[in-house]
């Protein structure tokens, strides 16, 4: 053999060798400037953002008052091992701060049947530990591993490792396994999917987390040593899209009010040739599901989008995508199982959705009382003044109340319950009127044949006698602008129970 070519397949050799390979991830957290949520970049398994916690400089930023709370099955229940990885950096020595908290929490607040780190514990050491024998933890007993503290103001990066096919966890500091401990009883599985925080604990007496997080990541496997260090050179925000499974699910996973028109899409993986596409309505079937069932609703197909057929409104739809490697491997990598809930044809708005406002209102009559349901008792309203909206005295019309929004919305119809006021003072109510709706404030469309609120009866147990169709159309802003009152100009105020969208 030539030397050139022993020396290229040298070359080779030590080059294949030197690659180092990574389990897969399932939740990704780079908290990014502009977002609102702690979005996650593979599963769509999105946290909300508690407190003073914020994301600034593409890290979230935790002050003490703080934190991220993530859906509280975060950890697959089917996951037999798992690696937790972050990159961060404490601002404070704040003993039993936790970088995260996976578990339950009791009536009395303590925590339990979890897994969680700390920077700081009580005992001067970095910790993790998980513990499933009930609560509190401390007391039913840990399988722990530890590292020396963590300094303030320094960069850090964390993996904390369960490994189910060894048997133990473990604990690595900058790429480096400080300690290792064998698991005894306690099972990845018994972690209770009641909660899941990053910068809180379970406990409700420690701390929370004071510090920055650059990147949170969770893998579905038990990181090698290799693999620890290999991401820990990386760094966060590194290109890490060589997974092998489908990910960026769109709808993005458990999202609610999808269209029964929609279409699935996704991330194919590195390697993916072809796409095995599983749609159900129980997860566990479709978490089961193997080439052989119907609920293999597309097998073998080459683009990476799926669009399902009669998709009922009101379900909750569950789909998984499998990619099958081009060959000669073939291979098949089973996908997560993912859902959207399809749109009713109709709900109830609530409060939270709405803002209201008006020409004027009278003390404690407010025309947020026309959407928070006050007064109302089995869609019943009462006799109660301090539950509607009303105009004060000298009102000298047109009088208007208006609803904005939080977004457009296809409006189906609104309920209308008019001032119910005790005695001769249900006069107070709306007559004749002029329903508008708008996308942006400004440009405004009339609600057709509807000029006239009907009378409410003054008296308790008054059901809604109005009802105005918007039959679909696009509103972000509804106004009702009342030129009259039911006491025929004898009365100069205004005023509404209750409406509903």
């Known amino acids: ?259 029964p028109g929609v279409i699935l899409g996704w991330n194919p993986g590195q390697l993916a040739d072809t796409h095995n596409v599983y749609l159900g309505t129980v997860y566990d079937d479709v978490d089961n599901a193997n080439a052989g069932s119907p609920l293999l609703v597309s097998p073998a197909q080459d683009a990476n989008t799926y669009a399902p057929v009669n998709l009922e409104l009101g379900q909750t739809y569950y789909w998984r995508v499998d990619e099958v490697n081009a060959p000669p491997d073939s291979g098949v990598i089973k996908g997560v199982v993912w859902s959207f809930t399809v749109e009713t044809f109709t709900y109830t708005m609530t409060e939270e959705q709405i803002t209201a406002t008006a020409s004027s209102q009278g003390e404690g009559e407010g025309p947020e009382n026309t959407i928070d349901s006050s007064g109302l008792v089995d869609d019943k309203h009462s006799i109660l003044p301090a539950t509607m909206w009303l105009t004060p005295e000298g009102q000298t019309g047109p009088a208007w109340i208006q609803y904005e929004f939080d977004k457009t919305y296809k409006l189906h119809e609104m309920l209308v319950w008019n001032y119910n006021g005790p005695s001769i003072l249900w006069w107070y109510g709306l007559k004749e009127v002029a329903v508008e709706y708008s996308t942006d404030g400004t440009n405004w469309d009339l609600v057709p044949d509807v000029n006239e609120f009907a009378k409410a009866t003054g008296r308790p147990a008054y059901a809604s006698n109005t009802t105005v169709p918007f039959n679909g159309v696009a509103a972000k802003y509804v106004r009702i602008t009342a030129t009259s009152n039911w006491s025929n100009g004898l009365f100069d105020q205004y005023g509404l129970s209750e409406v509903r969208f």
């Open 1 to 259: 053999m030539c030397r050139k070519c022993f020396f290229l397949i040298f070359i080779i050799f030590i080059l294949g060798f030197g690659i180092v390979t990574r389990g897969d991830i399932i939740n990704r957290y780079s908290f990014t400037d502009g977002d609102t949520v702690a979005v996650d970049s593979i599963s769509g398994r999105d946290g909300t953002l508690e407190g003073s916690a914020s994301i600034s400089g593409n890290q979230l930023v935790l002050d003490g008052n703080g934190a991220v709370n993530l859906p509280g099955d975060i950890l697959d229940p089917s996951l037999q091992s798992v690696t937790i990885e972050a990159w961060f950096e404490i601002s404070a020595d704040s003993s039993w701060q936790a970088l995260f908290d996976f578990g339950g929490t009791d009536a009395g607040g303590t925590g339990g049947n979890c897994i969680c780190f700390t920077p700081t514990s009580g005992d001067n050491t970095a910790r993790f530990y998980i513990s499933t024998n009930d609560y509190p933890s401390w007391q039913t007993g840990e399988d722990r591993t530890n590292a020396d503290e963590i300094a303030v103001d320094t960069p850090t990066h964390v993996a904390c490792v369960y490994d189910g096919a060894t048997s133990e966890i473990r604990l690595y500091i900058d790429g480096v396994l400080e300690d290792s401990t064998p698991l005894t009883t306690m099972e990845l599985s018994q972690v209770e999917r009641m909660f899941a925080y990053i910068g809180d604990s379970l406990y409700t007496a420690d701390p929370y987390f004071q510090g920055t997080i650059d990147e949170f990541r969770i893998y579905d496997t038990a990181l090698t040593d290799e693999e620890v260090l290999g991401s820990f050179e990386e760094g966060p925000d590194a290109d890490v899209s060589n997974t092998p499974r489908a990910r960026y699910p769109y709808p993005a996973d458990e999202q609610t009010d999808v269209t």
